[in-house]
């Protein structure tokens, strides 16, 4: 309604200017075309074709079993990055693509390696449409699994299948080969061609994606199938804030923390620390079994080594894009030790540090001014998840996790205050303080998002489905037009990352069935 005033007045307005007025009025008619279009895209609900359906039911009729196969083999090889051995080179790596290669030749698609990157694909067409996903992975600790990581478990636990990886992200690799080969084996006529990506560096270094896009002739229109449904359209930054507290002797009969170890990599949550207490008491310990009683879903275990006090602290791992999904044994056992200012050795100024800035909290509300939040994208997170023994002293690792709203240097400025004033209070020189914060991304430009979201609707009954921001980061940002469908529901912990990673049975098929009902809509001839 509002357009249709405007035009009028531009006419009265205008009318001594003939072709400035036509343009004008051509103009203002695109306009309108153009969000009237859009307007009928967003009120009126997108229906899911018969033809996604039944290919989609094909594919888990057929293949659910021929699939987890597939999960299975991929996840046999630990496709964890090794420093200084680039992925093209790491002769684990080189195995996984010849696996994805044999698959690929078995099904009937297409195979190209570009080092970095493979690609899988479907038909022959200009247009394309681009699935985002990866073949590497986090380390797993061995002794926290039933069977190995590496070998997919469908027994251990009825109904779900845990293996690294398994979400995170090859189950979403096997589920796209699939719903290609249902689609493949119904003869749709495309028109777009299909293409699966797998990138073999997602969790450790974005460089070589990033030199790849600017070569390589890239689909327009792409979903990322790693991280959760219904659709993401924003994803926070990633950010890592690094310090080491210096070694320094202590000649004291009195109690102090003589070490103070934990956490694994940077991306998760730890569930494992560890404090020696020199010259402990068991009035020290008391006290120390009474706070710990006041946390929830932390366990600790004690043990005396002469008068030194060694505590334990298991919590739960989770991905550190969804710490309110874990408990941070770092944090949390620091937190048992802060009815005092410790001495300031290494592991002394560390606890005190985490104790004052940190805390237990996961917004970074002790952190000087640094916490904040944002309508969609929800809040910042920070977390300490990294304790590393280096020869100068202890490096903490902290990982934030930031919402649009504040410029990198600002964020940065206020975290390197608080630094500064806490050094100075505690008279502790904190060395090789690195801040490295990267920027939040929000998509704007994603005409898929309607279908998606109806596809998404159509197989969970979940009617009022909004496109949503999460903590996580993905190669979405490098794509044009990528948002992220699934591979995990909204609501429930993402598994990846965590060292209970696992696909349920049922969400793997409804994967299929999701994914390949997408594949028609956006990639099929109508
Ligand atoms: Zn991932």
């Not at 035009?7 to 001594?16: E, P, Q, S």
């Amino acid at each position: 309604m509002a357009h249709f005033q405007l035009v009028l007045y531009v006419n009265d307005i205008f009318v001594d200017f003939p072709m400035f007025k036509k343009l004008l009025l051509l103009f203002i008619a695109f306009s309108l075309s153009h969000s009237l279009s859009l307007t009928a895209e967003e009120s009126v609900p997108v229906a899911v074709s018969s033809l996604a359906q039944s290919t989609a039911d094909y594919a888990s009729a057929t293949y659910q079993q021929a699939m987890t196969e597939s999960l299975a083999q991929l996840v046999s090889f630990n496709t964890v990055a090794v420093e200084g051995l680039p992925s093209p080179e790491n002769p684990v790596h080189q195995g996984f693509k010849q696996e994805l290669a044999r698959q690929a030749d078995q099904l009937g698609l297409d195979f190209s390696d570009y080092g970095y990157v493979v690609v899988i694909g479907l038909g022959q067409s200009d247009e394309r449409l681009g699935l985002i996903t990866h073949g590497d992975v986090q380390p797993a600790d061995p002794s926290k699994w039933l069977k190995s990581p590496f070998e997919l478990d469908a027994t251990s636990e009825p109904g779900i299948l845990l293996a690294r990886g398994a979400e995170d992200d090859k189950g979403p690799i096997s589920t796209a080969m699939y719903a290609m080969k249902a689609i493949k084996d119904k003869e749709i006529s495309l028109k777009r061609r299909i293409e699966l990506y797998v990138y073999m560096a997602e969790e450790s270094d974005w460089a070589p994606l990033e030199a790849f896009v600017k070569t390589h002739p890239m689909p327009q229109l792409n979903i990322t199938i790693d991280a959760n449904y219904p659709v993401v359209t924003a994803e926070k930054g990633y950010g890592t804030v690094k310090m080491t507290f210096p070694n320094k002797v202590l000649n004291s009969d009195k109690p102090y923390i003589k070490s103070f170890s934990g956490g694994f990599f940077t991306s998760q949550i730890p569930e494992d620390a560890q404090a020696i207490i020199a010259h402990a008491n068991s009035n020290l310990l008391e006290k120390i079994i009474t706070q710990a009683a006041k946390q929830k879903g932390m366990i600790y275990s004690y043990d005396w080594h002469d008068d030194e006090l060694i505590i334990t602290a298991l919590g739960k791992s989770t991905h550190s894009s969804e710490p309110q999904h874990g408990k941070n044994a770092i944090a949390h056992l620091a937190a048992l030790l802060s009815d005092r200012h410790w001495p300031n050795n290494a592991s002394g100024a560390l606890v005190n540090f985490i104790n004052t800035h940190l805390g237990t909290g996961i917004y970074g509300e002790l952190f000087g001014k640094i916490a904040f939040k944002d309508a969609f994208m929800g809040p910042m997170t920070v977390a300490p998840t990294v304790l590393t023994q280096k020869d100068h002293g202890i490096e903490l690792s902290i990982n934030l996790r930031q919402p649009r709203g504040k410029t990198l240097e600002q964020l940065t400025e206020e975290i390197n205050q608080t630094l500064i004033q806490w050094q100075q209070k505690n008279q502790v020189n904190l060395l090789n303080i690195d801040v490295d914060i990267s920027e939040p991304f929000v998509q704007t430009d994603a005409p898929q998002v309607p279908t998606l979201l109806a596809v998404f609707a159509h197989y969970t009954g979940i009617k009022d489905a909004q496109p949503i921001s999460i903590g996580a980061g993905t190669n979405s940002r490098l794509f044009p037009t990528a948002v992220v469908f699934g591979p995990a529901m909204p609501g429930k912990p993402y598994t990846g990352h965590s060292e209970h990673e696992f696909v349920s049975v049922e969400q793997f098929v409804l994967n299929l069935k999701m994914y390949t009902a997408a594949m028609v809509e956006l990639a099929g001839e109508p």
